[in-house]
């Protein structure tokens, strides 16, 4: 029981890894979303996906563009335990994340070899996230606990019930959100005809709310048996029962915390091909606590008390992509992605059980169907160093592919609108254990997630 509480603030993952590691979020524009491989493109959307690129854009000016996103995700859970109720110990969960409004504004001012650019947007999560019939690692842990309770076995054998579970109501519920806000600038320099470098930095600033509650009590109708009220005459923890709930556990906490992450890009530019590569460094970040409420301040939900720090760093980046023009109208192009999660410090030292860091492999292409109109398809796989230990109810992640595809209206030689949807498919995970959540019996997850993103951009060069 108290193990698996002190994981409630891991909420905070549940909206977040639309795209990208275990704590980033890459679709940062809309033009990601429709092709999905961008860092070897040359475009407005470069102070993110492709920096060091900008020294090689051919209008000299003010590059603006301006992205909104809407993300919605399930995340669903097949939970099988002994003390579960319903037929065959089984129990489905349903949790709901979304993300109505995902804005992000790239900037870039071009003059001569030299282009300044920034960056502002939700780098990670972007949304919020919720179970409204809680978790299994809460319900297990307190049916578990209650089970073993002598009271409840008292009343047990007074009603002669089988199981504890028919003598009380369990109410959980549990919801969170988070977002890291970022602001990118740097500067790109293109040093020769075929080259262009980039520094530049990024500072990280993260937000999110945690709220939930466990509660359990006697069914009232169980109290006003008369056997059982003769029980409780002579038992204190009987009576008890009418006057305070078995399990009454809440916490309500916001989080706040910030960190700084240089960035180095380069790009290659050599006739058709395009050759595009950027380090993002870690960014340390710890968390700190402003607790409202908590009803186990010294106990099981000790580490959430007012004031205690949590690292939550996010991790580097190393991403490599070459772009092809295979004809004046059309464009390929192949994209590689490693986050090193496991050099990212997280809470209880979480990213040591990680196998490896995530890959993403990524392939787009972009077609000028017209004068007036592109467009685009894109495909990405993304295949994390997962292990048993590594997933919770509250952060699982899945291995998964995704396929966007969208295309760009060219209004002017200066205005042009994006549009882009993607859809994920995940793999599901099995987590199976002989001590499911800390209760000494057996018990069986199976994590799925669904989720889909749509936006819209415009983009303005003055």
């Not at 009380?168 to 977002?179: I, P």
């Not at 109708?221 to 038992?235: F, H, K, S, W």
């Not at 949590?310 to 992509?321: E, G, K, M, Q």
């Amino acid at each position: 029981m108290k193990k698996t509480l002190l994981s409630l603030a891991m909420l905070s993952i549940s909206a977040s890894a639309l795209a990208g590691g275990v704590l980033t979020n890459t679709n940062q524009s809309v033009a990601f979303i429709r092709m999905m491989t961008r860092g070897a493109m040359i475009d407005s959307d470069g102070p993110y996906s492709n920096p060091a690129g900008l020294g090689f854009l051919q209008r000299e000016g003010l590059h603006l563009s301006f992205n909104w996103q809407n993300a919605y995700q399930e995340r669903n859970i097949d939970a099988t335990f002994p003390l579960f109720p319903e037929a065959n110990n089984h129990r489905f969960y349903k949790g709901t994340a979304s993300a109505p409004v995902i804005p992000s504004l790239f900037l870039t001012y071009k003059k001569g070899p030299w282009a300044i650019s920034a960056y502002g947007g939700v780098v990670g999560g972007g949304g919020e996230a919720s179970y409204s019939t809680g978790l299994p690692m809460f319900d297990s842990g307190v049916m578990a606990k209650i089970a073993a309770n002598p009271t409840m076995q008292t009343l047990m054998q007074a009603t002669g019930s089988k199981a504890a579970s028919d003598l009380y109501d369990l109410n959980t519920a549990m919801k969170g959100r988070q977002f890291i806000y970022s602001f990118q600038a740097g500067v790109s320099y293109r040093a020769t005809d075929w080259l262009s470098v980039y520094a530049g930095m990024r500072m990280n600033y993260f937000t999110g709310g945690y709220k939930g509650y466990v509660t359990a009590s006697a069914k009232p109708e169980l109290l006003q048996n008369p056997i059982i009220q003769q029980a409780a005459a002579v038992n204190p923890a009987l009576a008890a029962l009418a006057n305070q709930p078995l399990v009454d556990l809440r916490l309500d906490v916001d989080q706040k915390g910030w960190g700084v992450a240089p960035i180095i890009g380069a790009h290659v530019k050599l006739n058709k091909w395009n050759i595009g590569l950027k380090y993002e460094m870690k960014a340390n970040l710890n968390i700190e606590n402003e607790t409202k409420e908590n009803s186990d301040p010294n106990g099981s939900l000790a580490a959430y008390s007012n004031g205690v720090n949590t690292p939550s760093d996010v991790p580097a980046l190393f991403s490599a992509a070459v772009m092809y023009e295979v004809l004046p109208t059309l464009r390929a192009s192949v994209e590689y992605h490693h986050f090193f999660d496991k050099n990212a410090e997280m809470a209880n030292d979480k990213q040591k059980t990680l196998t490896r860091g995530t890959n993403e492999y990524q392939v787009g292409v972009e077609w000028d169907a017209h004068k007036y109109i592109t467009l685009s398809a894109g495909y990405q796989r993304t295949d994390y160093g997962l292990s048993d230990d590594f997933q919770y109810d509250t952060s699982f992640f899945c291995d998964s592919y995704s396929m966007g595809f969208g295309g760009i209206v060219h209004l002017s030689s200066r205005m042009k609108i994006n549009v882009g949807y993607f859809w994920t498919h995940y793999h599901k995970y099995t987590k199976q254990s002989s001590n499911y959540n800390g209760t000494s019996l057996p018990g069986t997850n199976v994590y799925s997630r669904h989720n889909k993103v749509f936006g819209a951009s415009i983009d303005y060069i003055f």
